[in-house]
Each structure stands twice: as structure tokens, then as C-alpha cells.
């Protein structure tokens, strides 16, 4: 009995520092960050740092060109992956019958799964050449090619959350509306995605996130060039996103030194900016619970 | 009351109509690429290829022979994440699950698991690389790597497991309790055993995710060229999905016979995993009596 009483105590030990350890993961991640990108603070003037010009081996470190990069090639891959994925996540939730659900729900999952390098490849091969001829550009590796991919891969995301968010409306208010008269086209667009709206907006933010994460794809086709973005005519050209800086610089540069940490700091702003975006979406969520409890009770 | 007018009825439901096909079409443009890009990958891959491909190491610059050592290294390093993930991953979901109160530091926990998930992949990888490769001094290696994709593997088990924790019945539990049972034995005899085929889809689905990612291994466990075999965890490793992102970016004159033949072994591997986290999860479903 009491060797029961003793291997109990061991495991549920284990089992509360295991929940604990998410903290102490953060924590340590942005501690090593910091720890590693910091010191680019100090060895690198502000001007630099806040300058239009990457070009680390000529001492020009500005991040702005990058940001700018990932802004472009983010915008582009919503202006697709937001339309397709909510219309998508509509005629899953709310149109399609039980069996063909059955069908697209692990054919998105496949996408899911598809490694981005792969995606990245046939960019490559096939995307941009295409875009190139289509469009009569100098190159097909361009910020359009990483947006439509890009768009692709944010799509799961939100077609799953956003799918998610219409399942949770309640039965009652569709029936309510239907009882009203209005047809099921009428409910979709006036009650049911009003009522999930918050959920909705969460699914397109975590796109977003998983967007500006994304690495390989963007390296592999944006064509690489740290040039300042500006205006619509960019999207055509190539250039290149924090993701890809860090990737594709990182295996080249000597430990500790002024450009490693300069990467690092890359790393420190990419942590922040997906943290940000990240917590945004829970609270969202978060309060759309204490609503919903405050509805209830 | 009149009813509305027929004209304006039959209205709406053309527009009805209409919206339907639609939607129709946007979910045709989301899906019918998907079952292109697998059939694609698939029908130019197979002729690269044979037993040479699979289990002869690249020769003549990677312009020929095999890709073993990266099979392999895959292989490794999913093995390694599962190892080192899985246990930690569980045992987390069962605390928030089963022990953890209603509390700030339960909230605080959520909160570290969402911000996990959301961390680029990128940035995984610089982690590893100045914590694993680094400070401990794994040097590149499968070690390494292994660490740094079960870092970003746990947010997606404890997540997944967590929730097929919470679908067991909680009669279950005060049924066990009732009896005498303790808190643990009534988790490992009774919960644990209910919920495991939930558990080992979400186990399948992390690792298949860290079995295609680049970005993590790139610089703590990703070597460009290694002919021979890796024979120790601290060596560094060829991988399939940087090896497919080496040959299709960094070596000029690279026959697409063997990039597509090297996509299709890696599109296999995912592709196996997910059907296999589909087949586990059905079955339970077919077979559950709750």
C-alpha cells in the first residue's frame, strides 16, 4: 500500500510540473531571445536599426524594409485567404449535407499537413513561372507568388476556427429566423455569422498570426530582395520578410556576432508581434465566454 | 395577414439559389487544389522512385543516387519529438483536465499554451539554436532538433489531449471514486484508457506537423550534405524536408525527376500520418458506447 501511496505522489508531481512547464517554456524562449538579441541595441545606432536599408554586410541593419516585406506579402495572402476560408468555413457549417462534410473536412486537414517547404517548392516549379508569363513580370519570384501561397496556407486555420464559431451558435436561432419567414441564404447573412462574428474575426487574426510565422514558403518564392515596399505596385516585385532574413542569414553568420545579434532582435519583434496578435484572438474568445455566462444567467 | 407575394418569394429563393452555388464555388477553388497538388506531387514522383532511391545515399552532389540518410533522419527526429514531447504533453493535458483548479495561474497556463502555438516556427528554430545548440552544447544535432520540435509540438498535444480528456463522461469518474479508487487510479484505469485514441490522434497530428517543418531543424540539427548514416544523437542529420528545400534552391542543375520524387516520399510520410490519425479516430468513434 504504501508503495502505491509513493509512486501516486511521484506521478501526480510530474503531472503538476508538466502543467506548469508551458509558462516556464514562454518564458524561456523570450528570455533567450532577449538574452541573444539585446546586445543589437546596443552595438547598432537607432538610425541604423530604424533605417530603409538591410545590408548587414555594409553595417546597415534596418528591420524596416523587412517589416515592410512581411506586411506586404500578409495583406496579399488575407486579401485571398480571408474570402475563400470564411465562404468555405459558411458552406461547411451551414450549407453542405453530412456526407460531402465528411469529405471536406479531412481534405482541408490534408492542407493543414502539407509542409510548407513542398508548397514552397512548387512555387518554384510551377506558381511563379506561371505568374511570370501571365503577367509579363521581370520575375515570378515576387510578393504576389508568397501572398497567393500564403493564402493557402492560412486558409485551414480559418476555415477550422471560423467553422467552429458557426457549429456554436445555437439551433434556436436559426430556427427563430426560419420561423420568421426568412430563407436559409437569409439567415446565414443576417443571424447565424452575426452571432459568430467574434469567433470569425478570431479565425481571420489567427491566419494572420500563422502568416506572418510562416518561413519557408516565403524564403523559397518572394524572390529575396530587402527592398522598402511602397504602394500597390510592390506586391509585384520580390522582397523579403523578417521569416526569411532570419533563415536565410542565420547559417551564415559568426556566432555572437553584430548581425547574429541583429537576427535575434528579428527573432525578439516576430515573438512580440505573433504574442500580441495571439492574445488578442483568446481575449476575444475569452469574452465572448463571460458573455455568453452573463446571457445565461 | 396576406402572405408575400409569389413573385417576391420565388425571388429570394433564386437568390438563395444563386448564393449556394456560390459558396459552392469559392469551397471548389479552396479544395479542388488540394486533391491537384497531392495527385500532382504523387503522379510526377513515382517514376524517381525505386530501391536505389530509398536506400542508397546521394551521390555526384545530390544529382544522383538516394535520399536514405534523410529518410532516416526524419524518421529520428520525429521519433526523438515524440519521445520527449509526448510525456510531457500528456501528463500537462492531465493536469488541466483532471487536477487543475479554477485559478489565475490555470488562466496563466492557457494563456502560455495559446502564446506556444503561436510562435513562428523561425523563431523555434533560433531558440534551439541558443538554448540546445549553444548554451547546452548538443552542438547541430538530432538531439537538438528533437528538443526544439517537441517544444513546438507540445502546444498542439496538450491541446488535442486536454480535450479528449474532457469527452470522457464525468460518471465515469465519481463512478470509480465511489468505489474507493483513488484520484490517479481512477485516471489511469478508467480516463486514460477511454480517451487514448483521442490522445494518439492529436500525438500523430503534432508530429506530423514537426516530421514536415524546416524552419525549427534549420540551423539546430539540418546538415545541407551528410552521405553517411547519423550513428549517435548528437549528430547532425540529413531531413527530408530540408534536403526537398536544398535541392530546389541551392543546388543548380538538379534533375526534377528526383526534387518530385523527393516531395512524394515526404508527401507519403505527412500524408500517412493524417490518414492514420483519421483511421485511429473513426474507429474509436465507431467503436465508443457513450
Not at chain 2, 483548479?101 to 499554451?113: L, Q, Y
Amino acid at each position: 500500500m504504501r508503495g502505491i501511496a509513493w509512486t501516486e505522489y511521484l506521478i501526480t508531481r510530474w503531472i503538476r510540473v508538466s502543467g506548469y512547464s508551458a509558462i516556464l517554456f514562454v518564458l524561456l524562449i523570450f528570455g533567450f531571445l532577449l538574452r541573444e538579441g539585446s546586445p543589437a541595441l546596443v552595438q547598432i545606432p537607432p538610425s541604423s536599426l530604424l533605417g530603409v536599408r538591410w545590408y548587414p554586410i555594409e553595417d546597415h541593419f534596418g528591420i524596416l524594409p523587412l517589416l515592410g516585406g512581411s506586411v506586404v506579402v500578409t495583406i496579399g495572402a488575407m486579401l485571398v485567404g480571408v474570402p475563400l476560408g470564411i465562404t468555405t468555413a459558411v458552406y461547411i457549417a451551414e450549407v453542405s449535407p453530412r456526407s460531402v462534410r465528411e469529405i471536406l473536412k479531412p481534405l482541408v486537414e490534408v492542407l493543414a499537413g502539407l509542409p510548407s517547404v513542398m508548397l514552397g517548392f512548387l512555387g518554384i516549379i510551377l506558381l511563379a513561372p506561371s505568374l511570370r508569363r501571365l503577367l509579363d513580370l521581370p520575375t515570378g519570384l515576387s510578393a504576389l507568388t508568397g501572398a497567393l501561397l500564403l493564402g493557402g496556407i492560412a486558409i485551414p486555420t480559418i476555415v477550422s476556427v471560423a467553422e467552429d464559431a458557426l457549429d456554436a451558435v445555437p439551433r434556436t436561432y436559426r430556427e427563430a429566423a426560419m420561423a420568421l419567414g426568412a430563407t436559409r441564404w437569409q439567415t446565414i447573412w443576417r443571424v447565424t455569422l452575426p452571432a459568430a462574428r467574434s469567433g470569425v474575426l478570431t479565425a481571420v487574426m489567427l491566419g494572420i498570426a500563422r502568416v506572418i510565422g510562416e518561413t519557408m514558403t516565403v524564403m523559397m518564392v518572394t524572390g529575396n530582395a530587402p527592398v522598402m515596399p511602397s504602394g500597390l505596385q510592390s506586391l509585384f516585385r520580390p522582397v523579403r520578410t523578417m521569416t526569411a532574413t532570419i533563415a536565410a542569414e542565420m547559417g551564415e553568420v559568426a556566432n555572437g556576432s553584430v548581425h547574429y545579434h541583429a537576427l535575434f532582435l528579428i527573432g525578439v519583434t516576430l515573438f512580440l508581434i505573433s504574442l500580441v496578435i495571439n492574445l488578442i484572438a483568446a481575449a476575444v474568445v475569452f469574452r465572448k465566454q463571460t458573455r455568453a455566462e452573463r446571457v445565461l444567467s | 395577414m396576406a402572405a408575400s407575394p409569389p413573385i417576391l418569394s420565388r425571388r429570394r429563393y433564386r437568390i438563395q439559389r444563386a448564393g449556394f452555388a456560390a459558396l459552392l464555388m469559392a469551397t471548389l477553388v479552396t479544395v479542388v487544389p488540394i486533391i491537384l497538388i497531392v495527385a500532382l506531387i504523387l503522379w510526377r514522383g513515382a517514376p524517381a522512385i525505386s530501391l536505389e532511391f530509398l536506400t542508397q545515399p546521394p551521390r555526384q552532389g545530390m544529382r544522383e543516387g538516394g535520399i536514405l540518410p534523410a529518410i532516416l533522419g526524419t524518421l529520428w527526429l520525429t521519433l526523438g519529438t515524440g519521445v520527449l514531447a509526448v510525456p510531457f504533453g500528456v501528463a500537462a493535458a492531465i493536469y488541466l483536465a483532471e487536477y487543475a483548479p479554477e485559478s489565475r495561474w490555470t488562466r496563466t497556463i492557457r494563456v502560455a499554451i495559446i502564446s506556444l502555438a503561436g510562435i513562428p516556427s523561425v523563431v523555434y528554430g533560433l531558440f534551439g539554436l541558443g538554448l540546445f545548440v549553444l548554451f547546452l552544447g548538443f552542438g547541430t544535432s538530432i538531439l537538438a532538433g528533437s528538443f526544439t520540435l517537441a517544444i513546438m509540438t507540445l502546444p498542439v498535444i496538450i491541446s488535442t489531449a486536454e480535450e479528449a480528456l474532457r469527452s470522457v463522461p464525468q460518471s465515469f469518474r465519481v463512478v470509480s471514486i465511489s468505489l474507493g479508487g483513488t484520484q490517479w487510479q481512477t485516471i489511469r484505469r478508467i480516463v486514460l484508457p477511454e480517451a487514448l485514441p483521442g490522445i494518439l490522434t492529436g500525438v500523430i497530428l503534432g508530429l506530423e506537423r514537426a516530421a514536415g517543418e524546416t524552419a525549427p531543424i534549420l540551423f539546430t540539427a539540418a546538415a545541407f550534405f551528410l552521405p553517411r548514416l547519423p550513428t549517435s544523437p548528437l549528430d547532425a542529420t540529413m531531413a527530408l524536408p530540408y534536403h526537398l528545400f536544398v535541392i530546389s534552391t541551392q543546388v543548380p542543375g538538379m534533375p526534377i525527376r528526383l526534387q518530385y520524387g523527393t516531395a512524394a516520399v515526404l508527401l507519403v510520410f505527412v500524408l500517412g500520418m493524417n490518414i492514420l490519425a483519421t483511421v485511429v479516430r473513426s474507429r474509436a468513434r465507431a467503436r465508443r458506447q457513450w
